[in-house]
């Protein structure tokens, strides 16, 4: 009976250990959720947008589950560092200052900042003087602001963690314009008139997954995206959450070598 025992005790021990190897495939993935169009929750509470898409096709391609965390804009960068999770994903831009002690996979996406308004707002970013402005804590838009507030004369720059909270203070009129990626603003705001982005302010930036310096995942999921652009997928997802083909240019459609420091 206690060899019986025994025997079914090491059964019920390799169940859990195969149960926890099966779980610990599974790439731990942070963003930002509320990044519309990028990572947000839909009606239901799923976690959908482009990047999520996006990652869900790459971990198939690897033979891997997803778990997304939530983790705010800022927060992702010590996440990813410290091996807390394994990708970061939240229309982050490529800048040489990152690649310091992150690395990226091959862009994806090519972006602008712009200005968003209310409907009777600023009309651009030279009637933003003495203007209280709001943007992204950490993001490309706060360096933007940062760098240019002196240049335009922003009175205030105040930092939000993530789009909705500063929408709402938008429309409440407690900011006067909003610095962000272009994309999710044209998105966020085309059934919303009483907001309208009134700027494009050009960057140049191109988005990628981010991952720990120099981490082996890292040239993996590059292959993988090398593969979703030829075979379509990436151009179909853009299709489907910007209602357009990309252009032949982009970094959607073409193949690009993994960043690096110049």
């Known amino acids: 009976m206690l060899g019986k025992i025994s025997r079914i005790a090491a059964v019920a021990t390799a169940a859990v250990i195969a149960t926890h190897a099966a779980t610990a495939q599974d790439l731990q993935v942070g963003a930002n959720i509320g990044n519309v169009p990028w990572e947000f929750q839909d009606d239901t509470g799923a976690n959908v947008g482009f990047e999520v898409d996006l990652v869900n096709a790459v971990a198939e391609k690897l033979g891997r589950g997803v778990e997304i965390v939530n983790i705010p804009f800022q927060g992702l960068f010590s996440a990813v560092q410290s091996g807390r999770i394994d990708i970061a994903m939240s229309s982050i831009t490529i800048t040489q ?148 083909v990309p252009e032949d240019t982009t970094s959607t459609v073409t193949v690009m070598d993994m960043p690096t420091l110049n």
């Open 97 to 244: 200052e990152r690649l310091q002690s992150v690395t990226f996979a091959q862009p994806y996406y090519d972006s602008d900042q712009s200005l968003t308004v209310a409907a009777d707002g600023p009309a651009s970013l030279d009637e933003m003087k003495d203007k209280v402005v709001g943007v992204d804590t950490g993001s490309t838009g706060d360096m933007w602001a940062t760098e240019h507030q002196a240049e335009y004369g922003f009175a205030t720059i105040n930092r939000y963690e993530g789009l909705a909270p500063a929408m709402l203070d938008l429309t409440a009129g407690r900011i006067d314009g909003y610095i962000s990626d272009i994309p999710a603003l044209q998105y966020y705001v085309k059934d919303k008139p009483e907001l309208k982005v009134v700027q494009r302010i050009e960057t140049g930036e191109k988005y990628s997954m981010m991952f720990a310096k120099d981490a082996p995942l890292a040239s993996e999921v590059n292959n993988v995206l090398t593969t979703l652009k030829e075979d379509g997928t990436l151009a179909a997802l853009h299709e489907k959450w910007f209602g357009a």
